[in-house]
């Protein structure tokens, strides 16, 4: 079956520090993978989407980044956290437009 | 571009009350619909989905949702509501090919009174 890790499971990390979130999915192959973010009280934001190794799309312009080094691999960096990077994060991956989405147990990041 | 409206970010009923959380979408052509449940610091769980045929599906938990093409929605209904379906809710919509991603309402809180 397959199953999806993502870690850890919170975080907190000071202003101007880096970040590196990691996703892993198992018992797939070529899957698509996203990373979502969900500030407090309000839904859910579409950061990145991959569908495939070194493919990456961007939906929205920020200090985040997205690698994805491996098939099952997805990874959420920054160079220099902000306050508001603050959120709950949540990494996500499905294998067609048929199907809905499994997602990790997420990541809680507190920037302070 | 697709967009889905949940109508009401706070729903309270009854225990043992109906549920009904209403989602609207925005779509050229006959989307794929989805309700996801999200508990407390946890990540999402798919409840149901509709892609195509039967236009009443059911899900986990009791609960089911009707596709309506004409009305545009995907409403969400659970007969008796109980204590643990206090949860936030997510109606989603993405087009029936390719890749593009899933597009989220912003979610419905269901408190459920004892």
């Known amino acids: 079956s397959q199953t999806i890790h993502q870690w850890p499971a919170t975080l907190v990390q000071p202003v101007g520090s880096p970040l590196s979130l990691e996703c892993t999915v198992e018992g797939t192959s070529n899957p698509n993978l996203y990373w979502y973010r969900q500030a407090a009280g309000r839904g859910l934001q579409l950061l990145f989407y991959?569908?495939?190794?070194?493919?990456i799309s961007s939906e929205v312009p920020q200090n985040l980044s997205a690698s994805r080094p491996q098939d099952r691999q997805f990874i959420l960096s920054s160079k220099k956290l902000l306050l508001s990077d603050s959120g709950f994060y949540l990494c996500?991956?499905?294998?067609?437009?048929?199907?809905?989405?499994?997602f990790g147990s997420g990541t809680r990041l507190t920037v302070v | 571009a697709q967009s889905v409206t949940q109508l009401g970010s706070h729903v309270s009923v009854s225990e043992g009350a109906l549920v009904l959380l209403r989602c609207n979408y925005s779509?050229?052509?006959?989307?794929?619909l989805f309700w996801y449940v999200q508990y407390p610091n946890q990540g999402l769980q798919l409840l149901l989905k509709y892609t195509t045929g039967a236009t009443l599906v059911k899900g986990i938990n009791g609960f089911e949702a009707e596709f309506k093409k004409s009305e545009t929605s995907f409403h969400l209904t659970k007969p008796s509501a109980h204590m643990s379906d206090a949860a936030e809710y997510f109606c989603a919509v993405r087009p029936p090919a390719g890749n593009t991603p899933l597009v989220f309402g912003k979610g419905t809180r269901l408190s459920v009174i004892a």
């Open positions: 779509s050229s052509v006959p989307p794929y």
């Open positions: 996500a991956w499905s294998s067609g437009s048929n199907y809905g989405y499994t």
């Open positions: 991959s569908v495939g190794i070194g493919q």
